[in-house]
């Protein structure tokens, strides 16, 4: 039995690269959505963008789940 390196290396880089946009996603939607909530003037913008961040960072969790699941393929 021998040991894939280079695909060993390949699925620690996108799982630590996948694992900070993850929490850079939530933290800035969860950042605009608290902001936008404090404020009457501008606050829309800001509060969709929040939610869009907040929409993206359960996409990535759903699209996770559809390659961990495999009944999904």
């Known amino acids: 039995m021998t040991i894939d ?5 390949l699925v620690a880089v996108v799982s630590t690269a996948l ?3 993850f929490v850079t996603l939530l933290a800035a939607g969860i950042r605009l ?3 936008a909530r404090g404020r009457t003037a501008g606050a829309t913008l ?3 963008t929040g ?3 907040l929409g993206l ?3 990535l ?3 996770g789940l559809y390659l961990i699941i495999p009944p999904f393929h």
């Open 46 to 48: 800001t509060l969709s």
């Open 61 to 63: 969790v759903l699209f």
């Open 5 to 9: 390196w280079w695909a060993l290396v």
């Open 19 to 21: 694992s900070v946009l």
């Open 57 to 59: 960072a359960g996409l």
């Open 51 to 53: 939610y869009a961040l």
């Open 33 to 35: 959505v608290v902001t």
